[in-house]
T-cell receptor, first 111, second 110 residues
Framework: SQTIHQWPATLVQPVGSPLSLECTVEGTSNPNLYWYRQAAGRGLQLLFYSVGIGQISSEVPQNLSASRPQDRQFILSSKKLLLSDSGFYLC??????????FGDGTRLSIL | QKEVEQDPGPLSVPEGAIVSLNCTYSNSAFQYFMWYRQYSRKGPELLMYTYSSGNKEDGRFTAQVDKSSKYISLFIRDSQPSDSATYLCAIRDSNYQLIWGAGTKLIIKP
């Protein structure tokens, strides 16, 4: 069966510091991968998605970037975090026309 | 007007009650509809996935789509305290991207 891992679960970072969040999927090949941010009491905002290695689409202009160095690895990064980058970050995967499945997220707090 | 509207609640009901959760949407071309359940500090978990109009049942859960009214519902029978969570509706667009409701926080009181 397929599983998705995200880490860390919680992260506290100072303003201006770099960021690297990692997501890996097991049990499937060539999945579509997604990064979302969820603000408290709101739905999910799509940040990036990828249909293959090295292929990244950005949905909103922001202080963040994404990379897909391997088929089942998706990384969310920032060179300098802003206070507004605080939130709950979720990674998801999808195969063919099936629904998306999510990891357990990373709660990021910027101080 | 948002593409998907969902009342954020909270919705509080006694244990054993039937729960009705709803979303409305604006684009009549949408055809794939999903309900996710999200516990606090966890990622969303897929509950139900339906295509086009009609009902789909899975245990205590029933998903209903009314395309003529652009209205989708999730019913929970015999609600349990463990059903307390936020329920998010999501609709897939023609590019396979999901358009999300804000989520309804459900509280089942023992």
């Amino acid at each position: 069966s397929q599983t998705i891992h995200q880490w860390p679960a919680t992260l506290v970072q100072p303003v201006g510091s770099p960021l690297s969040l990692e997501c890996t999927v097991e049990g499937t090949s060539n999945p579509n991968l997604y990064w979302y941010r969820q603000a408290a009491g709101r739905g999910l905002q799509l940040l990036f998605y990828s249909v293959g290695i090295g292929q990244i689409s950005s949905e909103v202009p922001q202080n963040l970037s994404a990379s897909r160095p391997q088929d089942r690895q998706f990384i969310l990064s920032s060179k300098k975090l802003l206070l507004s980058d605080s939130g709950f970050y979720l990674c998801a995967w999808r195969q063919s026309n099936q629904p998306q499945h999510f990891g357990d997220g990373t709660r990021l707090s910027i101080l | 007007q948002k593409e998907v509207e969902q009342d954020p609640g909270p919705l509080s009901v006694p244990e054993g009650a039937i729960v009705s959760l709803n979303c409305t949407y604006s684009n009549s071309a949408f055809q794939y509809f999903m309900w996710y359940r999200q516990y606090s500090r966890k990622g969303p978990e897929l509950l139900m996935y339906t295509y086009s109009s009609g009902n789909k049942e899975d245990g205590r859960f029933t998903a209903q789509v009314d395309k003529s009214s652009k209205y989708i519902s999730l019913f929970i029978r015999d609600s349990q305290p463990s059903d307390s969570a936020t329920y998010l509706c999501a609709i897939r667009d023609s590019n396979y991207q999901l358009i999300w409701g804000a989520g309804t926080k459900l509280i089942i009181k023992p």
